[in-house]
């Protein structure tokens, strides 16, 4: 997920969850027990894969050495048996 992904759907997320509350309480629809938070969930969700597909990815350069549990042969690490 790309860092405006995580924001947007931060953001719409929380916009969403009011507005479909809202809703529910001026009986626009009835969701039972937590429909309401799943919805809004859901909504934050697919607002966040939207626009990771949207977005520029980083280059490969920026992203040399995030993985810091194998070691440079590609195998497992090291342990230290003491």
């Known amino acids: ?6 924001w947007s759907g931060l953001v719409f997320g929380t916009a969403a969850a009011v507005m479909i509350f809202l809703l529910c309480r001026v009986g626009v629809f009835a969701l039972p027990g937590q429909g309401t938070s799943f919805l809004a969930a859901a909504v934050a969700f697919v607002v966040s894969v939207v626009v990771s597909l949207v977005a520029k990815p980083k280059p490969d350069a920026e992203l040399v050495g995030l993985v810091h549990s194998l070691t440079p042969e590609g195998g ?5 048996h003491r």
């Open 1 to 6: 997920m790309s860092p405006h992904a995580g």
């Open 76 to 80: 497992p690490p090291a342990r230290d």
